[in-house]
Each structure stands twice: as structure tokens, then as C-alpha cells.
């Protein structure tokens, strides 16, 4: 007999007769019928009969029960987790429980995929696979995924505000600079959002840089900084030679036309004069100075001068008194600009 283990059961009910017969009857001899019904074990049962009439002599039959069990084990998963990272960890420890049962003992519990209860579960999604299997190759599956969420924010740190001096004959300075970053995961991405790369050339004035930091989690941290560059540069001026000239014909003066250059390291500086007269002027008979500042858009300043000498070389002229030319005879010759002095 072959059947199959009562649910739940680790055995099966099975219920048999073993007939028998005699050529005596039963009152002279002594016979023996046998009916049983009886709970057989998983597995094969040998079961053996014997009968035996009154003058001793016996037959034997025999026959076996055989249970299956074909019954599937169960197994219960947890739900799927989902969690955020452990602090500082592109992981969290995750314990779990797997149950199982069968309805006869012995069964196995194995992992077939994902980690052990109470293991460092990485960043992102790991699914995990049991399977129970009893003793007589019965089996069940179950799975569950552990989802661990990066939520952690991070870190950045830009340099403090950085002021320099311009570089010599340049309206700019060159300015390294480094930016730190760290994640609890790898794989952070530094982004510049504003401003110049380290090692540019950052031009007179301020700049604002800017960066953001991003992990594979899209999380983000930023931080910024400024460069100022201070034009500390004094421009440069130069003045023309001091100037001597004769007056200008039948003039106490003379047209004097001039000069004055000017750089500085930045574009915009201006020049003012701040003595004197302009060139392309009429200057009068004499010594007059000029003097020039250039300033530039810092404020930085530089300034020159010089003079502008107009010699009266004119004699006088012969339209006067008689009297007046005997006298110039014996005293030496004086200029226009002086005779008109006195005529005055």
C-alpha cells in the first residue's frame, strides 16, 4: 500500500483486513482472524500475518505501507525594508526573520541570494531568497528585497575669502585655491556653479565662486568664496623735458605745444593737469610750471611736472622819439615786452 501523509501529519491513517480460511471449522480447531487499523509512520511499514488452526499447522502473508509525505513545507518572508543608511555608512545593519514549517520535522532553511540577518546592507537594493526544503525533497521559496536609502547630506568646504595683490604690469592676479568634499558613499560628483577655476587669472576686483558637491544619491551640499584682487599698482607718468623757447614774433608769448604719456597695469586711468597751462596754450614771457596727476580706477596716483620758459629774444622796434633812439645808443637794447613796460 502506497498513500500519502494525512494533512498536517507526519503519518497517515490506513486501514487493511488479512483474510484466512481453514478446512476445519472453528470449533475444532482454533483460527485466527486479524483486521487492524492503525496510524503508519512516513516511510515503509512491513507488516506480517501468521495463522494457526488447531493442530498446529500455520500460513504467513505479508504486505507493506508505504506514507509519502507530499506535503510542501510553508515559509513566511518579512515584508521588504526599506531603511536609510546607518550615520556616516553607505550601509545599515538590517535583522530580519524568516519562518518556516513543515509537517515533519528535519526540515532545512537555506539563503539562496542577499545576506544574512543582522549583515551590513549596502546602499541601494539587495533582494534576498530562502528556500525550505524537508526530508522528503518537499520544497518552498519565499523573497523579500532590503532597500537602504542614502539620505545623508555631504559635506563640503570651500577656502575662506582669499585678497590679493594684482600680479606686476597685470590687471589680474593668479590665484590657486582648493575645495574639500566628503560622503559617507563613494562616487560624489564636485560641480563649480560660479566663478574660475583654481589656477585662473582672476581679473582686478571681486569674484564670486561657487560649488556644489553630488553623490549618486542625488544629495547636495554647497559652499562659495570670494577673490578680490587689489590693483595696487602705481601707474606711470611722463613728463616732457623742461621747456625753453623764444617768444613769438611781435608776441609776449609764444604757442608751446607738449606731450604728457601715461600707463598704468588697468585700463581707465585718467589724466588731470593740476598746474600750468594745456598744451597747444599761449604761454606768457617767463617760467611757467605745469604739473599733471594720472589716477587710475584704484585710486593709485602718480603725478610729473616741468616748466615751460618763454624767453622774450625780440629787439625793440625803431618808431621812437629821436631823443629817445640817441638814448638807447649808449644802453644796451631791451625787448618789446619791456619797452612796453615803460611806456606805460
Not at 173 to 195: E, K, M, P, R, W
Not at 222 to 229: N, P, Q
Not at 263 to 288: E, K, V
Request: proline residues 4%; aromatic residues 6%.
Amino acid at each position: 500500500m502506497v498513500v500519502s501523509n494525512d494533512p498536517g501529519q507526519c503519518a497517515a491513517i490506513v486501514t487493511y483486513s488479512v483474510s484466512f480460511n481453514d478446512n476445519c471449522a472453528a470449533r475444532t480447531w482454533r483460527k485466527r482472524l486479524v483486521w487492524r487499523a492503525d496510524r503508519a509512520s512516513l516511510g515503509t511499514t512491513s507488516n506480517s500475518f501468521t495463522v494457526t488452526d488447531g493442530s498446529g499447522n500455520t500460513a504467513t502473508c505479508s504486505f507493506t505501507v508505504t506514507v509519502n509525505d507530499t506535503e510542501v513545507p510553508t515559509i513566511t518572508c518579512p515584508a521588504n525594508v526599506v531603511v536609510s543608511n546607518d550615520p556616516g555608512q553607505c550601509a545599515a545593519i538590517v535583522t530580519y526573520s524568516v519562518s518556516f514549517n513543515d509537517n515533519c520535522a528535519g526540515a532545512n532553511l537555506a539563503q539562496t541570494a542577499g545576506l544574512a540577518s543582522g549583515s551590513s546592507f549596502p546602499s541601494g537594493t539587495a533582494s534576498n531568497s530562502f528556500t525550505v526544503t524537508d526530508g522528503s525533497g518537499n520544497t518552498a521559496t519565499c523573497s523579500f528585497t532590503v532597500t537602504v536609502n542614502d539620505t545623508e547630506i555631504p559635506t563640503i568646504t570651500c577656502p575662506a575669502n582669499v585678497v590679493v595683490s594684482n600680479d606686476p604690469g597685470q590687471c589680474a592676479a593668479i590665484v590657486s585655491y582648493s575645495v574639500s568634499f566628503n560622503d559617507n558613499c563613494a562616487g560624489a560628483n564636485l560641480a563649480q556653479t560660479a566663478g574660475l577655476a583654481s589656477g585662473s587669472s582672476f581679473p582686478s576686483g571681486t569674484t564670486s565662486n561657487s560649488f556644489t558637491v553630488t553623490d549618486g544619491a542625488g544629495n547636495t551640499a554647497t559652499c562659495s568664496f570670494t577673490v578680490t584682487v587689489n590693483d595696487t599698482e602705481i601707474p606711470t607718468i611722463t613728463c616732457p623735458a623742461n621747456v625753453v623757447v623764444s617768444n613769438d614774433p611781435g608776441q609776449c608769448a609764444a604757442i608751446v605745444t607738449y606731450s604728457v604719456s601715461f600707463n598704468d597695469n588697468c585700463a581707465g586711468a585718467n589724466l588731470a593737469q593740476t598746474a600750468g597751462l594745456a598744451s597747444g596754450s599761449s604761454f606768457p614771457s617767463g617760467t611757467t610750471s605745469n604739473s599733471f596727476t594720472v589716477t587710475d580706477g584704484s585710486g593709485n596716483t602718480a603725478t610729473c611736472s616741468f616748466t615751460v620758459t618763454v624767453n622774450d629774444t625780440e629787439v625793440t622796434n625803431h618808431h621812437l622819439p629821436r631823443q629817445r633812439r640817441r638814448q638807447q645808443r649808449s644802453r644796451p637794447m631791451r625787448s618789446d615786452c619791456h619797452l612796453f613796460g615803460q611806456l606805460q
